[in-house]
């Protein structure tokens, strides 16, 4: 019932998109709210969520208070390369979302991580591509250069 | 070197975790002797993927959820049949194998895929995250847990 209030709410907006992603420093990001609200009209949403910014993170719980421990090794993972600025959809707010997004990314699970639009994998993936130096190289290809070569120069 | 991942991986708030209720679920419950979603998950692996090595880790008592689920799982998985894949791809293969078990009563399934050489060469199992209680509450986990149960 619940949700069915937070839908119709969601739906007397206006706009091209309901969702609010936080940012991972805190400031939340209000978007205009939709208009439509159909799985389709959420799909074609997605696509433009996960391209809206460089680093995108599908998670339980927010950057600050992640409600999952696999959420929150995301998170904890991005924080150690330096990675503050990028969007979190909570997905436990809205459950079209939680399921929606696992249609997007034909993906089973959350936490689900983007990186300039393109579906990257989960915790497990993110942390291999950390413990393996892959990370480092892909958030250089974004343009955002990882906490972790700083500290590397500094120790030398 | 890059620092030990799992020092560093530590929930934000330790201390919360630490006094959330969790410990009333006891951590070595007798496991249900018949199991069968660690068996599905068993067979369907070794049927698709032929591994040289498999094991298959019911990580539920680890999360709030009931004594006895069958909702939280950690695959590790051995084949050559991930030779030249990416981490992603071999992941959607063990994902594809597990459709109907992801789409109805697991809940959450950690993956590790390797090619055998890798696995000679770092035979280990990697550790899950402490719970933050995320199931707790969870309409969605309620209703695979029922899906379990059925």
């Known amino acids: 019932m619940n949700s069915l209030i937070r839908s119709a709410a969601r739906c007397l907006r206006s706009g091209p998109s309901v969702y609010a992603p936080v940012r991972a420093d805190g400031r939340v990001w209000s978007a205009p709210a939709r208009f439509l609200c159909s799985a389709a009209d959420l799909q074609k949403d997605l696509g433009q969520m996960v391209k809206k910014d460089k680093v995108v993170v599908f998670m339980k719980g927010t950057p600050a208070q992640p409600m999952c421990g696999f959420s929150n090794a995301v998170v904890q993972i991005l ?3 330096g990675v503050d600025d990028y969007a979190a959809y909570n997905v436990l707010e809205d459950q079209d979302l939680r399921q929606g997004v696992k249609d ?6 959350i936490p689900q991580v983007y990186f300039n639009g393109e579906f990257v994998g989960g915790c497990d993936i993110l942390l291999q591509m950390h413990q393996n130096g892959d990370l480092v190289d892909e958030l250089k ?6 906490a972790l070569l700083d500290a590397e120069k500094e120790s030398k | 070197m890059l620092p030990g991942i799992l ?3 530590r929930p934000v708030s330790t201390r919360l975790t ?9 951590p070595q419950m007798a496991p249900d002797p018949s199991r069968p979603v660690e068996k599905a998950i068993r067979t369907k692996l070794t049927n698709s993927l032929k591994p040289d ?3 298959v880790h019911n990580e539920s008592h680890m999360h709030a959820v009931p004594p006895g689920s069958e909702s939280h799982f950690r695959v590790l998985v051995v084949s050559s049949q991930f030779e030249g894949l990416k981490l992603i791809q071999r992941h959607r293969l063990v994902n594809e194998a597990l459709k109907e078990e992801l789409s109805s ?12 050489e890798q696995w000679g060469s770092n035979p280990s199992l990697a550790k899950s995250p402490p719970c933050m209680g995320g199931s707790r509450g969870d309409h969605t ?10």
């Not at chain 1, 997007?104 to 699970?109: D, R």
């Not at chain 2, 009563?105 to 055998?116: N, S, W, Y």
């Open chain 1, 79 to 81: 924080r150690m390369h």
């Open chain 1, 104 to 109: 997007f990314s034909n993906w089973p699970t």
């Open chain 1, 141 to 146: 290809k974004l343009g955002i250069q990882s």
């Open chain 2, 7 to 9: 020092r560093c991986i």
């Open chain 2, 18 to 26: 630490l006094t959330r209720p969790l410990a009333h679920f006891t």
């Open chain 2, 53 to 55: 090595h498999l094991e």
């Open chain 2, 105 to 116: 009563c697991v809940h959450a399934l950690a993956i590790q895929a390797k090619t055998p």
């Open chain 2, 141 to 150: 986990v309620e209703e695979k847990l029922k899906a379990g149960r059925e």
